[in-house]
């Protein structure tokens, strides 16, 4: 395996495991849901040029760092996704993909936030945001590949080993 799949992957795992521990703290706070979007993504990216410049001793340019940074997010994705199943299966949150648990969970909560809703604004607010769940895995690979490439792109400016290495070997 490359280097710079070797640290992808790296970046990715950590990423998917800070992401899910915060998701599940996130089904309690709303204020965790934002730390749980932005936060992994950006200390993936980070990690997985950390990892490569010091295993190169080289510094990657941005671009080459938003790639590495992009395949972290994929990664983070695909371990994200085998987590959010074990996550599941212990009872602590919704399996990925099920969209009416999903429903059901946000139903909980906006009855818990506000006591004062009726049934029919609750269901109304719901089917709303049904079409955003039901395609909210999409959403969240891309924004997995983009926080992970903005996290390398900042970790390319931080972690600066050597000379910058030349695009051709990114081809």
Known sequence: MS???TSAALGGLVMAIIGTTLGIFALQSQ???FFACCIPGLVGGLLAVWHY???KQ???LAGPAAGLGALTGV?????GIVLGYAVAFAGLAP???DVEAGMELAREQMLKSNPEMSDDQIDSA???SRSFVQFGWIISLVASVLMGAIGAVI???VFKKGPAESTSEWD
Do not use: Q
């Open 3 to 5: 280097d710079r799949v």
């Open 31 to 33: 204020i965790v849901g």
């Open 53 to 55: 410049t010091n295993a």
């Open 58 to 60: 080289a510094t990657l």
């Open 75 to 79: 990664f983070a994705f695909a371990f």
């Open 95 to 97: 399996a990925p993909f």
């Open 126 to 128: 719901l089917e709303l």
């Open 155 to 157: 970790g390319a400016n």
